[in-house]
T-cell receptor, first 114, second 111 residues
Framework: SQTIHQWPATLVQPVGSPLSLECTVE??????LYWYRQAAGRGLQLLFY??????ISSEVPQNLSASRPQDRQFILSSKKLLLSDSGFYLC?????????????FGQGTRLTVV | GENVEQHPSTLSVQEGDSAVIKCTYS??????FPWYKQELGKRPQLIID?????GEKKDQRIAVTLNKTAKHFSLHITETQPEDSAVYFC??????????FGTGTRLLVSP
């Protein structure tokens, strides 16, 4: 069966510090991978998505970046965090290609920038 | 996919009442229409979905109806219970690989 791991669960970082959130998927090949951010009480904002190794599409301008160094690994990074980067970050995967099926989410990372 | 809106943004009902949430989308290529439930502090999880060759699907107290011509689909919850309180998201998907969620609807069921 497929599983998705996302860590850490919570993170408190000072303004200006770097960020690295990691997400890995097991039990499937060539998944579509997504990073979302959710502000408190708000919706799911799509940040990045990837349909294959090294292929990253960015949805919003920001000081974040994403990388997919391996087929089932998706990393969200920042060189210098801003206060406005605080939020709940969710990684998700779905079946590859044109197969439109359910998206599965990681447990999420609650990031607080102080 | 693409532009996805939900209405209402907040819905308060009494336990036992029905609740209906509507999702409108712009991408005419959409062919998969899921609804996700997100409880407080947790990850969204699929509760029901429908494909474009079906007009309605029911699973116990929840149902989804689709109007592809008008580009909207709705979530129906009957006999609501306090544990139905959550935020609900639609996420219509078509040919594009990106997955865009609706604006979300906060449902509050009062005992």
């Amino acid at each position: 069966s497929q599983t998705i791991h996302q860590w850490p669960a919570t993170l408190v970082q000072p303004v200006g510090s770097p960020l690295s959130l990691e997400c890995t998927v097991e039990g499937t090949s060539n998944p579509n991978l997504y990073w979302y951010r959710q502000a408190a009480g708000r919706g799911l904002q799509l940040l990045f998505y990837s349909v294959g190794i090294g292929q990253i599409s960015s949805e919003v301008p920001q000081n974040l970046s994403a990388s997919r160094p391996q087929d089932r690994q998706f990393i969200l990074s920042s060189k210098k965090l801003l206060l406005s980067d605080s939020g709940f970050y969710l990684c998700a995967w779905s079946a590859p290609g044109s197969m439109n099926t359910e998206a599965f989410f990681g447990q999420g990372t609650r990031l607080t920038v102080v | 996919g693409e532009n996805v809106e939900q209405h209402p943004s907040t819905l308060s009902v009494q336990e036992g009442d029905s609740a209906v949430i509507k999702c409108t989308y712009s991408d005419s290529a959409s062919n998969y229409f899921p609804w996700y439930k997100q409880e407080l502090g947790k990850r969204p999880q699929l509760i029901i979905d429908i494909r474009s060759n079906v007009g309605e699907k029911k699973d116990q107290r929840i149902a989804v109806t689709l109007n592809k011509t008008a580009k909207h689909f709705s979530l129906h919850i009957t006999e609501t219970q306090p544990e139905d309180s959550a935020v609900y998201f639609c996420a219509p998907k078509g040919g594009f690989q990106k997955l865009v969620f609706g604006t979300g609807t906060r449902l509050l069921v009062s005992p």
